[in-house]
């Protein structure tokens, strides 16, 4: 089977408040909201033992801060150890609830290599490069803290009856940091009637698109690509696994949004003339520089998509800046940037357009806003 209903987790002890934080690839630009959280929060969090993209280039130093604290969370039985899968109730500041049920997946059955025909894929495109620097991380401590989600094309709502069904114990109940709104845990030990659910998903899939398909990353795709690839080249015991949340891709409270491009230049006027010319299509678009202005696109949102990363990509290599991927427009307005609106694919078109088409290009939608992304709670032992 490929999810292990009935491994050991880590749930940290006291207020879920005082250790959860975002997924350390939010809030990229803004350090602002990495320091608010440093000065609120107590020590032997989850920001101990992560790195914040947006301290990328204090990598090494910060590498070495997170392995003591680590080390000091593991020695100070920072954890309760639970052996099953943890229901999630999260509630977000946009009143939205979403659903989930934590549990391993066997990276034996995880493949995030274009034309895979794996239970759990990628729905967008891996950039191997970026692995590296993750494998530095996850190496440096013992612990693995997922903000990995999963996405189920579970029409018949055969997982959350399943959960809905099981008998469930209180394992968290609280506020989030952050605006991250409010989230529950409850353990469950059904392992049965949770992998039967798992099955009759994958039996579905093949009536639905003709293979046999349980997942598809929709977010910390790099994160389980990272785990994929340390459990092949460093194996251990224990890291044949990964720790993620499953949620039905048709659930009330997810929502697809796009993510917008904005580039660092110190000639946003070039950057706009040089876009005329290489992107063209039917559709329009809006960029800020930072005031708005109505371009052309193609009118197939991917190709939009390809075409306008291709430019930006170009564009940074000759002249120079940096390209950052932002969510909602208030972002796009930005003082020597140019910002380039998007549209996002729908969630329902998810599943059939990777069946049919391939992974998707980097970056091409986010699950819900900012601050609707996965906390770290759970943690689980890797070494």
């Not at 997946?105 to 274009?114: E, F, N, S």
């Amino acid at each position: 089977m490929c999810v292990d209903f009935n491994d050991e987790i880590l749930i940290p002890k006291g207020e879920v408040g005082d250790f959860a934080v975002i997924a350390c690839d939010q809030f990229t630009a803004c350090p602002e909201y990495w320091k608010a959280l440093e000065a609120q929060l107590p020590q032997c969090s989850a920001l101990d033992v992560i790195l914040p993209e947006c301290y990328l280039d204090e990598a090494d130093e910060r590498i070495e801060r997170i392995k003591t604290s680590a080390a000091q969370m593991t020695e100070s039985g920072r954890f309760n150890i639970v052996r099953g899968a943890v229901a999630v109730t999260r509630t977000t500041k946009y009143g939205r609830t979403r659903r989930g049920i934590v549990a391993s997946v066997d990276l034996g059955d995880y493949d995030y290599k274009p034309g895979s025909n794996a239970l759990i894929r990628a729905s967008e495109r891996t950039i191997e490069e970026r692995i590296p620097p993750r494998v530095k991380i996850r190496e440096a401590i013992g612990l693995e803290l997922p903000h990995i989600l999963l996405l189920v094309d579970d029409r018949e709502n055969a997982l959350m009856q399943a959960i809905d069904r099981s008998n469930k114990s209180l394992l968290y109940d609280g506020d989030l940091r952050g605006d991250g709104g409010h989230i529950k845990g409850e353990l469950i030990q059904n392992e049965r009637v949770l992998s039967d659910a798992v099955r009759s998903i994958i039996d579905a899939s093949v009536q639905k698109f003709g293979v046999e398909l349980f997942a598809l990353v929709g977010d910390g795709n790099h994160s389980l690509a990272t785990a994929k690839y340390c459990s092949e080249h460093h194996p251990t015991p224990f890291n044949g696994k990964a720790l993620v949340e499953i949620v039905n891709i048709y659930d009330e409270g997810l929502v697809f949004e796009p993510i917008h491009r904005i580039v660092k230049t110190d000639d946003p006027a070039r950057f706009i003339k040089g876009f005329s010319s290489a992107v063209k299509g039917d559709a329009e678009t809006t960029v800020y520089s930072p005031e708005p202005r109505t371009i052309s696109v193609p009118s197939d949102k991917i190709d939009a998509i390809k075409a306008v990363d291709s430019y930006c990509e170009s564009y940074v290599k000759q002249h120079g800046g940096s390209v950052d991927y932002v969510h909602g427009t208030d972002a796009l307005r930005a003082d020597g940037c140019v910002g380039v609106e998007m549209r996002g694919i729908k969630k329902g078109e998810l599943f059939d357009y990777v069946l049919k088409n391939g992974v998707l290009p980097k970056k091409t939608f986010s699950l819900g806003e900012a601050e609707e992304k996965r906390f770290y709670v759970e943690a689980r032992k890797i070494k």
